[in-house]
């Protein structure tokens, strides 16, 4: 496909922080119209600040990513002000934490209507826009970890596995139809994305390691969410499908898929922490 146009109408789910915002204000310096959407609606009205700020325009819309009402609302108002939309990034999501025996089923079931669902809902509620428009583009934010596959992050690693096995079947369907896709994986860096953790207390534990180490590993990232945003940005604009966007896990990507056998090793070693019973 050619080169994606600079955007001028864009959604972003879960655009009130983190990677959410970052992106708003990326796109917005290209001065691009953006439809930031989240839950808080505080936190979004400040993202509109930051957004005017960078040079972009564009107004705040209540979103719950797993209520489909909220996204037949938001895709209301976007035929109604803007006659359509060019980039929908679904990048709204929740962090949990657990293992594949431990973690109970209530949050399987809601890190996968989030993560999830909650890109499928966008992508029905707005995707037919794109396609009666003959072109667009969809970003879905997985991440990295459903590439690597670490222990303790059991859910959360198969939704994220999940978002990237749908953007490449969404890829495959959108093509015809002058639609681009983008999933982008990121690893760690500074976010709020512990804060909405859904990890429940298992055999009377408080919480498993994996918050202490994460927080650690973002702390420790020397790539931030400008970063990320920009990676995204400019995948859009080169058609690129997958956004790998730090270089560490771009070799060990490249390394996995070489020699899994050697790469299972390894990381078992280096993720042996991550577990409470070893």
């Given at each position: ?27 917005a ?29 564009g ?43 431990d ?25 037919p ?66 804060e ?45 499908f ?37």
């Open positions: 496909m050619p080169p994606t146009p600079a955007p001028t109408r864009v959604v972003i789910t879960g655009a009130g922080s983190g990677l959410g915002r970052a992106l708003a204000r990326a796109f310096a290209q001065g691009a119209k953006i439809a930031i959407t989240d839950r808080d609606l505080d936190a979004a009205a400040a993202t509109l600040q930051a957004v005017e700020a960078a040079g972009g325009g107004f705040v819309q209540p979103l719950d990513v797993t209520r489909e009402a909220d996204f037949a609302a938001l895709a209301q108002r976007l035929a109604a002000d803007w006659g359509g939309l060019d980039v929908l990034i679904n990048n709204a999501g929740v962090a949990t934490a657990g293992t594949v025996a973690a109970g089923l209530a949050q399987w079931q809601q890190v996968l209507d989030i993560n999830l669902l909650g890109c499928v809902r966008g992508v029905q509620a707005l995707a826009m794109m396609v009666a428009q003959g072109r667009g583009h969809i970003v879905n934010v997985a991440s990295f970890a459903g590439i690597a596959n670490p222990p303790g992050m059991a859910s959360y690693n198969a939704a994220k596995a999940a978002v990237i096995s749908l953007s490449e079947t969404l890829r495959f369907e959108m093509a015809p139809r002058g639609v681009g896709v983008t999933v982008a994986c990121p690893s760690f860096f500074k976010t709020r994305l512990l909405t953790s859904r990890e429940q207390a298992v055999d009377g534990l408080p919480s498993s390691p994996m918050e202490g180490i994460v927080g650690r590993l973002m702390d420790k990232a020397t790539v931030t969410a400008d970063d990320v945003a920009r990676d995204i940005v400019d995948a859009v604009a080169r058609r690129r997958m956004v790998i966007t730090h270089a560490d896990a771009r070799r060990l990507h490249q390394f996995k898929r070489l020699s899994p056998s050697r790469y299972f090793k390894l990381a078992r070693k280096a993720t042996a922490g991550f577990l409470r019973h070893g």
